[in-house]
DNA sequence: CATGAATGAGAGTTCATTCAT
DNA sequence: GATGAATGAACTCTCATTCAT
C-alpha cells in the first residue's frame, strides 16, 4: 500500500508548511512577538494541532537553525573545487554574503535573533555551526601556511573576517544603513567584498 | 512666570529618571524582562504616571535609542584632540569598541534590535546617527588624504570598518561565539583591533 | 479625609468578595476544576483583577485556609469556660463536628481537599493547624492526669479520636453515606457523640 | 459461534488491560497526572482506541471504583475463618487500613474524590459499597450478641468504627498530618488499632 | 478493531494601557 | 500631576474527545 508511505509525506510535508510559516512570521516580527497562534491561523491549522509536530515555539526555532546551518553548509560544500586559497577564501566570503542577502530569514534566526537560551546550551547542538566555522578557519590556516595572508593569530583572523562578513549583513537585515538604498546594496557588498580580500590578503 | 519654568523644568527631570530607570533595567536584567511596572516601580512612580511623560514603550525605546547615540558622540569627542589619523581611527574604534560592550542592551537597541524602529522612520531621527557615523567617515578620509590607508572608495572602506566593528559587538551580544569563553572576551576584542588595524592602515 | 478609609474598606470588601466566591466554587467543584476565570466572573471582575488581590490560585487557597483555621480556633475558645475534662473533652468533640458541619466548604478545604503543595510545605504555616490541634491534645492529656481516660499512650488516643471526628464528618462531606438520609444526619453525629465518649471515657 | 465468543472475551481482556493500566498510573504518578493519552500509551494503544472500551473518563473512574469495592471485598472474605467475633473485628479493622494504605489512590477515588460520583447515583451501584460496609456491621453484630462489646445501637457502633477507620487513613492520604513522619506512619495505625480494640471491646 | 490527525475549549498568567478620582 | 483599580487582549500550552480512514 502506498498509503502509508502517502501519510508519511503529508506528515512530512505538514512540518515543513510549519516551518515555512514560522520562518516568514519570525522573520517580520521577531522570535519573540510571533505566537503558536499565529503560526497555526498563518496554515489554517488549530494552535494545538502545531504541537503535534513540534514539542514547543523554542523547537521550532531549532528546527529553523539547523535547517539554516546545513544550508549553509551545503552552500560551502563547492568551495572543495577551489584549489589557490586566496580565491578559496574570497569565494567563501562570497557564499556568506549571498547566503545571508537570501536567505535573511533564516540569517536572522541563526545569528541575530535572540535565540531561546535552551538552542545553545548543550554542545552538540552547536557542532553544526562550529562545522561551517571550521570551513573559514580551515582556509584561513591555509591562507597563512602557504604566504597569503600574514597574520599573528589564525584564530583572531578568522574571527576578524567572519565578523566583517557578519556585521555587513546584518546591518542591511536589521535595516541600519539608511544612507545606502536599496538598490545599491549589492554593489556595496561587492565593494566591500574586493576591499576587504585586497586588504587582508598579501600580495 | 518663573513657575512655569520651575515646572517645565522638573517635568524635564522626571523624563530623565524613567530614562535613566529604563536603561539601568535592559542592562541589569536584559530587554524582556523589563516591563512599565517595572520601570514605574524603579522610581516609586505609579504605572499611569510614566504615561504622562512618554505615550507608550515605544517612545521610552525612542527616547533612549536617541540618548544612545548622544552618549556615543560624546565619547567620541576626546578623539578631537588626537592629531595623527592613524592614532585616530584606532582609537575611534576602541571607543566603539569599549561603548558597545560597556552599553549592551543600549547598543542593542541602537543598532540590531527590531522593536521601536520609530526613531528610524523620518530622516530627521537618523541625524544623531549619521553624525557619529561621520566621525568615523571623516578620520578614514584624513587616513587615506594623508596615506595611511589606500582604499579606492573611502566610503566603502567605511563601511567596512564599521562592519567589523559591528559585526565583533553584535556577535558577543546576541551570544553566537560559544567558543569564545566570556573571560577572553576583552584579550580578543584587543587581538582583532590590533590586526584590522595591521591590515588596514600602510606603514 | 475619609477617603482614604474608604478606599481601604472598599479594597478589603473586593478581597472579601474574592474569597467567598473562590469558597463557594472549591466546595461545588474542587479545588483543581475552579479556574481563575470562574472566580473573576462570579463576582463579575475580569481575570487579570483577580490577581492584583492575590498572587496566584494557590495563595486564594491558603487564604481560605487560614481563615478556617482561626475561625475553628476561635469556636474551640469557648472551652476554657468548662472545668470537667471528660465534659471538655465531649463539648471540644461537640465543636469540631458542628465546625464542620456549618462550614462544610471551609471544612473540606482545611483537611480533605488535595492542597497545593506549598500550603503545608513550610512548618509556619502549619502553625495555625497545629494551634487547633493542640487544644484537643490538652485535653486529652488532662483526661489522663486526671483518671478519665485510661491509655497508654496520650498522642495515639489524641490522633484516634480526631481521626475518628474528622471521620464522620469527611464521609458526611463527600457523601460516601447514602444509607443514611440527610434529615437523620444529625441525630446520626449525636448518637456518635455519645457512644464515643460512653467508650472512650471510664466512669 | 466460537468466533463470537472469542471476540467477546477479548474485548473484555482489553478492557481490564486498560483499567490495569490506569490503576497503575493513578499508584504511581497520582491522581492529576493521568491523562487519556497516558493510559493509552500504557497499553501501546491510540487514545482513541481506548473510547471504543470506555464512553469516557468517568466511566473508567467507575470501572475503577467498582473494581475497587470488589478487591476490598475480596480481602474481607478471609474474615469468615475467625471464628471470635472480637478477633473478628480487629482483623476487619486491620484489613481495611492495610487496603487503604496499600492502594491509597484506589481508596481516594472510592471513598474521598468527588470527580466521577456517577458511581453512587443509582442505588444498585451502591449494592458493592453496601457489601463491604455490612461484612463491618455483621461483625459488630456478633460483638453485641455475645457480650463483646456493648453498645445501645448497634448502627451507630458500626458507623463509628467505620468512621475511625476511614479518618485514620484519609488524614494520611491526603497529607493532613505534618506531625507524624512518613516512616512512623505504620507505627501510629498499629497503635490506633490497638487502642481502639481495647477500648470498645470489653473484656 | 484501531489509528493518526486534528480540534475546541480552556487552563493560569502577564502586560500595556486607561480612566475616574 | 499622580494614582489605584481595573481591564482586554494576549500569551504558551494541555486535554478529553472526535472522525475520516
Known sequence: MGSAERKEREKHETREMILAAAKKLFLNEGFEHVTMRRIATEIEYSPAAVYLYFKDKDAIYCALQEQGFKELYRCQ????????????????GRIYLDFAMENQELYDLMFIMRAPLMAFESPED?????DTYEVLQNIINECIEQGYLKAPNAQIACFSLWALLH???SIFIRDRAPMIAKEHRAQVINGILDFTMTEFLDK
Chains 1, 2, 3, 4 share one sequence.
Not at 560544500?77 to 567563501?92: F, G, N, Q, Y
Not at 552547536?126 to 562550529?130: F, I, P, Y
Open 126 to 130: 552547536w557542532n553544526l555551526g562550529r
Open 77 to 92: 560544500s563547492v568551495l572543495t573545487a577551489i584549489k589557490r586559497p586566496d580565491e578559496k577564501l574570497r569565494a567563501c
Open 167 to 169: 556585521g555587513v549583513v
